[in-house]
C-alpha cells in the first residue's frame, strides 16, 4: 500500500504540463522580446483544453500601460440581435461594456493559428492597465465586463493565478 502512494504521488508530480491540457481551463506566459504574452483557454461547453477551447490572450510591451486584448468574440455575431459588431469604411467596431458603462472600440481581428480554437480569428482591442475595462477584466466576477456581440453578449474575464502574475511582472504591471 506504501508504494502505491508513493508511486500515485511521484506519477502526480511528474505530470503537471500534460494535466493543465487534460483539464478545462489552462493558462500559459512567455515573456517575448520587449515584452509578455498571457494565454487562458477555457474548454468549450465542458471540453477539455485539449479538445476544443476559447481563447483570451493579453500582450503587452514592457513599460506600456496599453495591453493587448484578443476577446472570444468573432465576426459572425455582425448584424444579429442587439451586436454592436460592424464594420464601417473597412474599419471593425465594437461596444465592450464594463460595470454596466458603454465604451465603444475599434477591432482588428487576429487569426488563431490552433485547430482547437472554436474561432479561426477572435477580436482585439486596447486597454489601458488600471482603466475600467482593465479592471472589469481582472475582477472575477460573471457579468462585469461583456463584448456586446449579440445576443447577451460575450462574458470576457481573465481568472489569474500564477501565470497571469508572470505576465503583471514581465510587463512591469503593479497593483
Known sequence: MRHALILCALTMLA?????QEQEDHAAKFAAVQGGAVYDEMDGVDGSLVSENFILTHLTCSKGSDKIRL???????GAGQDESTLVEKAGQWRI????????????????????????YDEQAEITVTVGDPLWRA?????DYTFWAMN????????IDGGAEFGKFRKACGIKG
Open 95 to 118: 461596444v465592450v461594456k464594463a460595470y454596466g458603462k458603454s465604451y465603444p472600440k475599434d477591432v482588428t481581428f487576429k487569426p488563431v493559428k490552433d485547430s482547437r480554437s472554436l
Open 70 to 76: 484578443l476577446m472570444p468574440v468573432g465576426k459572425d
Open 15 to 19: 505530470l503537471p504540463a500534460q494535466a
Open 150 to 157: 449579440g445576443g447577451a453578449g460575450t462574458n470576457v474575464y
Open 137 to 141: 477584466l481582472l475582477d472575477r466576477k
